[in-house]
């Protein structure tokens, strides 16, 4: 696609539960990250995907948190049992490659809001 | 100490007026600066790389001090549209690539 698409733009979920959210990256780019932003904070980095496997999850805050990514494209976050801390918005982006020289697009994020 | 560091300002200014930004990083392996851009609820968006020459883009200008370990952002002529939250990206290469976002300056350019 012409850009990075996420879904849903919004969530509202019951604490407990799980949710699932969709990142769609650019067609060719290899590189796909996670980040998560609360309300007025920088960018929190979660997890990087090279094709389909993520050398690096140092981010993810604790083992209620996964994703994966498929055919080198589309990728899923889970975050299960929700806690009211999970409330965030959850940023996709992806790049050509991982390297220093290939800035970010990021996807317009998911609105995370555990009740 | 943060690795990425920025004034979280907010800075407000009048139109037509030039702003400049700081932002420190701690690791001196850091190869890559970007800045970004973030509009009020919306994803952060490449505003522009900053290389060791220094650039310029219209009314923008981006410098690298490796010295002091520091990038600057500077904007001539401010416009209303220019009020968003800027953000400092520094990629270091110490074992694989690591790409630190700082918390974002604050600007507010008013009438």
């Known amino acids: 696609g012409a850009g990075v698409s996420q879904s849903p733009s919004n969530k509202v979920t019951e604490k407990g539960k799980d949710v699932e959210l969709r990142c769609d990256p650019i067609?060719?780019?290899?590189?796909l990250y996670w980040y998560r932003q609360s309300l007025g904070q920088g960018l929190e980095f979660l997890i990087y995907?090279?094709?389909?496997?993520?050398?690096?999850k140092s981010g993810l805050p604790s083992d209620r948190f996964s994703a994966e990514r498929t055919g080198g494209s589309v990728s899923t976050l889970t975050i299960q049992r929700t806690q009211q801390e999970d409330s965030a918005v959850y940023l996709c982006?992806?790049?050509?490659?991982?390297?220093?020289?290939?800035?970010?697009?990021f996807g317009s994020g998911t609105r995370l809001t555990v009740v | 100490r943060k690795e990425v560091e920025q004034d979280p300002g907010p800075f407000n200014v009048p139109e037509g007026a030039t702003v400049a930004f700081n932002c420190t990083y701690s690791?001196?392996?850091?190869?890559?600066f970007f800045w970004y851009r973030q509009d009020c609820r919306k994803e952060p968006k490449l505003l522009m790389s900053?290389?060791?020459s220094g650039n310029e883009d219209g009314r923008f200008t981006a410098q690298l001090n490796r010295a002091s370990q520091y990038i600057s952002l500077l904007i001539r002529d401010s416009k209303l549209s220019d009020s968003a939250t800027y953000l400092c990206?520094?990629?270091?290469?110490?074992?694989?690539?690591?790409?630190?976002f700082g918390a974002g300056t604050r600007l507010f350019v008013k009438a």
């Open positions: 982006a992806s790049s050509l490659e991982r390297s220093p020289y290939y800035g970010y697009t």
């Open positions: 900053v290389y060791s």
């Open positions: 690791n001196s392996a850091s190869q890559s």
């Open positions: 990206v520094v990629i270091s290469n110490t074992g694989g690539f690591k790409t630190i």
């Open positions: 067609s060719g780019h290899t590189a």
């Open positions: 995907f090279q094709g389909n496997s993520a050398p690096d």
